[in-house]
């Protein structure tokens, strides 16, 4: 998760889930049954994520360096594809796209750990999946 929150920075993702990490075993004791533990820790990821954006050292994505999929005529979406996509989404599109379709969250479970309601997880993700296939269709047209 951390990864494709940072665009695939993996320096700035492994500095984000290291802090994460400690913030968490720091505030173990806090932790109340009412979220699952793997929802509560996804919330110290994300927090992290965000401040870092915040203070200005936003991810750039790094699409130098990957190396072209071979197309054939039935173009198959690949991970590369997909993985570069995610790195042009905006922060919060990114991030709710990430926690939900990658990672399998629940909207309400979006919402308590960005401090959002549901529809609004809802309506980001719905943005968000509408960039990601404009997004393709570009690559796949060659506009990039």
Known sequence: ???????????????????AWVRAASRLDGFETRS???TWLA????NVHREIVRSGGRT??????????????????SRVDLDRALARLPDGFRRVLVLHDVEGFTHEEIGEMLDVVPGTSKSQLSRARRRVRALLTEQNDGSL
């Open 60 to 77: 750039v994505p790094l699409d130098e360096g990957l190396e072209d999929v071979n197309d054939t005529e039935d173009t198959v979406l």
């Open 36 to 38: 699952a533990l793997r």
């Open 1 to 19: 998760m951390g990864l494709r929150l940072c665009a695939g920075d993996s320096v700035r993702a492994q500095e984000v889930v290291a802090s």
């Open 43 to 46: 919330g110290f990821v994300v």
